[in-house]
């Protein structure tokens, strides 16, 4: 369990390139973490259709129910995370989460933000959609074989 001392945003282009949320969470042992919601070819159901919410009131909330010295961890995060996707927006929630996992640790041991290190070489995380696949693919995304998937790896050694 860790404690969130502080959150910020930035915009950052999207593979789309349209401005997105990118979510940065310090914790109060000074590790950083950051996240942003990637956007697949066709917008899913867990995806926004459009820029939802304000960061900074997202901002305000999070930092007014989550800074107060409380310890959470990544399960108690996406809770309130869940909780709040009708203000947050789901794009930004799952950026929050994101953040939160890189920063708390969540990857494995010296991968990614959530190590705390500061060097460079850092192989970027491989993120993987697969997208409605099946017959139907690209004509009619409700009569597809399966609905679309967002894989992202756990580690940044490509290898693994």
């Known amino acids: 369990m860790v404690i969130i001392k502080s959150v910020s945003c930035r915009k950052i282009l999207n593979s789309h390139v349209k401005f997105t949320n990118e979510f940065i969470i310090e914790l109060k042992d000074g590790r950083r973490g950051s996240g942003g919601a990637p956007q697949g070819e066709t917008i899913s159901l867990y995806e926004d259709r459009g820029d939802s919410a304000d960061s ?22 996406d809770a309130y995370l869940q909780e709040r996707i009708p203000m947050f ?15 708390s640790g969540g990857r494995e041991e010296g991968a990614g933000t959530g190590g705390g ?44």
């Open 56 to 77: 900074r009131n997202i901002i305000q909330a999070v930092e007014r129910d989550m800074c107060k010295g409380i310890s959470v961890d990544q399960e108690g995060f």
């Open 89 to 103: 927006g789901r794009n930004n929630a799952y950026a929050l989460s994101l953040a939160f996992f890189s920063a």
């Open 117 to 160: 290190e500061t060097g460079a070489g850092i192989f970027p995380s491989i993120c993987l959609n697969i997208l409605n696949g099946g017959n139907h693919a690209y004509t009619n995304p409700v009569l597809s074989d399966f609905p679309e998937y967002l894989l992202v790896s756990r580690s940044h050694d490509p290898e693994k």
